[in-house]
């Protein structure tokens, strides 16, 4: 530990002792002593300024050499009188339990050194401290620095420096803290620096590390905490905590890893880690982003990933940790945050933008759930969810693909479905709409988008998937409506609105080809409607011709009323209001149509129909009085003359002038088919009356 005589005086220590004045060892009488007065010949003092006094005291000739000024420690037994300290005034050398002279060489067995302060000799006092100041500069000089070095070594490992805080009391008491503290700068220069760096090593050997460790045991174990510096100064940003793995140094080495781990826990939660940016207490800055970024590639290879990954469950039971990425909530009037899951984008020819995927968990049971649902409102619309492809660039790209798919299944569980569902209503309002719509053509030319709805294939015996278009149920209100409308045509031009195609499916083997069933639906309750089937052409425009209505019927194709396809010849002819048409023969028919009669079992009728010959056609209905077998009141049933097995309808014999008409015997006279069930059922003859018609041609 060199020391120099001529150095400046260093700046006042702590308290200590009043100094004793000694002339060759024998204390000044008149202690102590405030005042210093330098005599002899030649020696001045002079004031140099800035509280500085300098002593000038001649020196004989040349003189010595610098003086070494060290401390050299011996390896003999413990001091046990003064003469185990000497002193060479030649060198400057002070030698402590060892000869005068001695050559201090490092492969002497060196001396251990060990400096006590003293115990506390009272109950409550204090231990003695030790301090080792080094020298300050009063001008502009640097001051002295104080080094603990650990002895080097030429073959075996180097000293170790250990710096021990003291162990608390054995009933109470704290342990020692230990702090290290870079120097403050009072006035213009900056801040002293702490720096803690393992030793290097050198080829094929481990460099030191740097372990920060806490304290252990108690109910609260110690932490460890960085905060770096805060600034004082207008405009100055706070300082940064930087964490910085060692490079690879050769090809193919890899960077160092950084890995934060938080404690296991045992029967409880495994510790937390929080990255948080920095709060912004006032004003309208934004609060610090917290950002993870994979490492940058400057050649040829890929850019480091970025992986969050939830936590594994226990070994037999246990969910995994979740993966949550939430935006920030606004507090008063602004916006809540966004999240935004972006594919890195690719600058070079022929080369594509990243993916972005989320998929559902691999389960043994059910596969996981992937959610994508719009934010909750409490005033205002809630939240949309779009989901849009990519544009296509110029001049040759297409616009990206949105593919909506559902996971295959086996064994015999059914596949997974598609549900596009709009938002149901809970007020008065109008429920959400379901709007797919085909993209346009090309501002100069190109045919808009078609829109293509196909149901599954069926394979080996199955049936092929139906496509069920229903509208809307009513309450108390109508059903909604279908519309199926071909597209029509702007701009003025020449072409025609667009077809509607109904067409039932073609077989490829031997099977009949698909039917094209239109029916209207039966009116529910009494006396309502049954539904329509209305087909109307559409109405010329100016010189043009009306819309034609056309029936076109293969080679051996029937047109069938009731079933009956009539005989070759015959025509429809209508019976009048509330009764179907009939086949009738060519010409112009005469048609009668009775009273409603009493139906009476076993009961007889006679009744002139007018038409002047035999007629060629007779025809039985019923007509619903009471409501019975899901009929209402005015319903008209077409019913056959007579069922042998069932003992049920009428005799009817018809000549030039009557119809003489015999009711069944059954107490019931007549069985039809309920009307929403289909099943045969006896009717009540007070619930109903007959009506009958004969047509002559």
């Known amino acids: 530990m060199p020391y120099n005589p001529g150095g400046q005086t260093g700046p006042p220590g702590p308290p200590g002792p009043t100094a004793v004045i000694q002339d060759e060892g024998v204390p000044l ?26 002593i000038s005291i001649p020196g004989g000739g040349a003189g010595p050499a610098i003086p070494l000024n060290e401390i050299v420690f011996g390896t003999g037994p413990s001091i046990t009188s003064s003469a185990d300290f000497t002193f060479d005034a030649a060198d400057g050398t002070f030698f402590v339990n060892t000869a005068d002279g001695t050559t201090h060489s490092p492969f002497s067995p060196p001396g251990n050194v060990r400096i006590f302060a003293a115990d506390g000799s009272a109950a409550a006092d204090n231990g003695g401290d030790i301090q080792i100041i080094a020298g300050g500069s009063l001008v502009s000089g640097d001051g002295g620095m104080a080094l603990l070095e650990g002895g080097a070594a030429v073959i075996g490992n180097g000293g170790a420096v250990e710096i021990l805080a003291g162990d608390g009391g054995a009933t109470s008491g704290n342990g020692g803290a230990i702090n290290i503290l870079a120097g403050d700068a009072p006035t213009a220069g900056g801040g002293g620096q702490v720096s803690i760096a393992g030793g290097d090593a050198t080829t094929g050997e481990s460099a030191g590390s740097v372990t920060i460790s806490g304290g252990d045991g108690g109910a609260d174990p110690g932490n460890i905490i960085l905060n770096a510096g805060t600034g004082s100064d207008a405009g100055t940003i706070g300082g940064g905590i930087s964490i910085n793995a060692g490079n690879g140094v050769a090809s193919g080495d890899d960077g160092g890893a950084i890995v934060a781990t938080a404690g296991v826990a045992t029967d409880a939660a495994g510790g937390r880690i929080d990255l948080v940016g920095g709060f912004m207490t006032s004003g309208t800055g934004t609060g610090g982003f917290v950002r993870l970024t994979g490492g940058a590639n400057n050649d040829v290879g890929a850019g480091g990933e970025v992986i969050l990954l939830g936590g594994a469950g226990g070994i037999t039971s246990g969910d995994g940790g979740a993966v949550l990425i939430t935006a920030g909530s606004a507090t008063t009037a602004g916006d809540g945050g966004a999240v935004n899951i972006t594919g890195g984008a690719a600058v070079g020819a022929g080369q594509d933008g990243g993916d972005v995927s989320i998929t559902g968990g691999t389960g043994v049971d059910d596969g996981g759930d992937v959610n994508i649902t719009g ?11 779009n989901i849009t492809s990519g544009n296509g660039g110029a001049p040759d790209g ?13 064994g015999v569980d059914t596949a997974g479905a598609v549900s596009i569902s709009s938002g149901t209503h809970l007020g008065t309002g109008t429920g959400g709409s379901i709007l797919i719509n085909a993209g346009s053509g090309g501002l100069v030319s190109g045919d808009g988008g078609p829109i293509t709805i196909l149901a599954g294939t069926a394979t080996t015996l199955g049936v092929g998937g139906a496509i069920d278009l229903t509208g809307g149920t009513g309450t108390n209100g109508n059903g909604g409506a279908i519309t199926l409308t071909g597209g029509p045509t702007t701009l003025g031009g020449t072409g025609d609105g667009g077809t509607v195609n109904i067409l039932g499916g073609t077989p490829v083997g031997t099977g009949a080809g698909g039917d094209v069933v239109v029916t209207a639906a039966a009116g529910n309750g009494a006396n309502q409607n049954g539904g329509d089937v209305r087909i109307t052409a559409g109405a010329r425009t100016g010189t043009g011709n009306d819309g034609d209505i056309e029936l076109n019927f293969p080679a051996t194709g029937e047109l069938r009323i009731d079933g ?16 179907p048409p009939v086949w009738s023969p060519s010409g112009s028919p005469t048609v009668f149509t009775s009273t409603d009669q009493t139906i009476t079992s076993a009961g007889a009728l006679t009744i002139a129909h007018g038409l002047g010959a035999t007629p060629e056609v007779t025809q039985t209905y019923l007509v619903n009085q009471t409501a019975e077998h899901g009929y209402s009141v005015g319903d008209i049933v ?24 015999r009711y069944s015997s059954s107490a019931a006279v007549f069985n039809v088919l309920n009307k929403t069930t289909g099943t045969s059922a006896a009717i009540t003859p007070a619930n109903w009356k007959a009506r009958f018609i004969a047509i002559k041609f």
């Open 29 to 54: 009488p008149g202690a102590p002593h405030t005042t210093l007065n330098f005599v002899g010949a030649g020696v001045t003092a002079t004031d140099a300024g800035f509280g500085v006094a300098t």
């Open 375 to 385: 934010g909750d409102a409490t005033i205002d619309d809630g939240g949309d969810v």
């Open 398 to 410: 297409g616009g990206g693909d949105v593919s909506i798919g559902c996971g295959t299944a086996q």
């Open 564 to 579: 009956d396809p009539g005989a070759a010849g015959e025509v429809l002819t209508s019976q009048g209001p509330a009764l």
């Open 638 to 661: 077409k019913v056959g003359d007579y069922i042998g097995s069932a003992e049920r309808g009428t005799s009817l014999v018809v000549n030039a002038t009557n119809l003489v008409i």
